[in-house]
Nanobody, 130 residues
Framework: QVHLEESGGGSVQAGGSLRLSCVASEFTLESYCMGWFRHVPGKEREGVAVVRRVRGGEYYSYYADSVKGRFTVSLDNRKKTTRLLMNSLEPEDTATYYC????????????????????WGQGTQVAVSS
């Protein structure tokens, strides 16, 4: 089965940056969606940034409005690794960040639908202080 492992979380001051990484093992799909969600107690898990890779190597990226312009998601297909560069972090970004993968997502609605993902990482903590 697919195994995902996140890394890169930590504590930073507002305005700082962090880079999260997620490596997938036991994973051989060529067309898939892989990206990041976050969760805080009392709120639903929400999509942050997801990359869709289609056969042929074309990529599409989806971002939550709250992080657009501040976060950048990337995907290395050969390494089966996704990275999330988080700049201009705000206290509202404090959460547990989870990596996830699914076989296909045709649009942002599908990409950010948590129930469609077949594998999840254990999460990495991000704390942003003001």
């Amino acid at each position: 089965q697919v195994h995902l492992e996140e890394s890169g979380g930590g504590s930073v001051q507002a305005g700082g940056s962090l880079r999260l990484s997620c490596v997938a093992s036991e994973f051989t799909l060529e067309s898939y969606c892989m990206g990041w969600f976050r969760h805080v107690p009392g709120k639903e898990r929400e999509g942050v940034a997801v990359v869709r890779r289609v056969r042929g190597g074309e990529y599409y990226s989806y971002y939550a409005d709250s992080v657009k312009g501040r976060f950048t998601v990337s995907l290395d297909n050969r390494k089966k690794t996704t990275r999330l560069l988080m700049n201009s972090l705000e206290p509202e970004d404090t959460a547990t960040y989870y990596c996830a993968v699914r076989d296909f997502c045709m649009n942002q609605l599908h990409a950010f639908g948590t129930s469609g993902y077949s594998a999840w990482g254990q999460g990495t903590q991000v704390a942003v202080s003001s």
